[in-house]
């Protein structure tokens, strides 16, 4: 019904940059929010960043003026630039995305499978 696909995790080096990608499909009507949260082995799922269809974004303060949430609203793809990457950036990312079916009034949160991103010291 719909899938959300996470791409772009990997190893990198502290100072390093990574770009994730999450392209939603399926039966859609409309996407509001679209968001990136991660998991830290032993830790809850935090927000890192959201972005609403009208660009509206928030991010957390640890990633305050390091990472960057965009989204292009006609491939219904968001994207999360990650410079001067730090081995406490070391989680699952995931992506989620707040929105309406076709022929339906509720919105529903899908997530992705998680991408995984690891930051060497």
């Known amino acids: 019904q719909v899938q959300v696909v996470e791409s772009g995790g990997g190893l990198v080096q502290a100072g390093g940059s990574l770009r994730l990608s999450c392209v939603v499909s399926?039966?859609?009507?409309?996407?509001?929010?679209m968001a990136w949260h991660r998991q830290a082995p032993g830790k809850q799922r935090d927000l890192v960043a959201g972005?609403?269809?009208?660009?509206?974004?928030n991010y957390a303060d640890s990633v305050k003026g390091r990472f960057t949430i965009s989204r292009d609203n006609a491939k219904n793809t968001v994207y999360l630039q990650m410079n001067s990457l730090k081995p406490e950036d070391t989680a699952d990312y995931y992506c989620?995305?707040?929105?309406?079916?076709?022929?339906?009034?509720?919105?529903?949160?899908?997530w992705g499978q998680g991408t995984q991103v690891t930051v060497s010291s």
């Open positions: 399926g039966d859609i009507f409309s996407i509001n929010v």
């Open positions: 989620s995305s707040d929105l309406n079916l076709k022929g339906r009034i509720a919105q529903y949160r899908y």
């Open positions: 972005i609403t269809s009208g660009g509206s974004t």
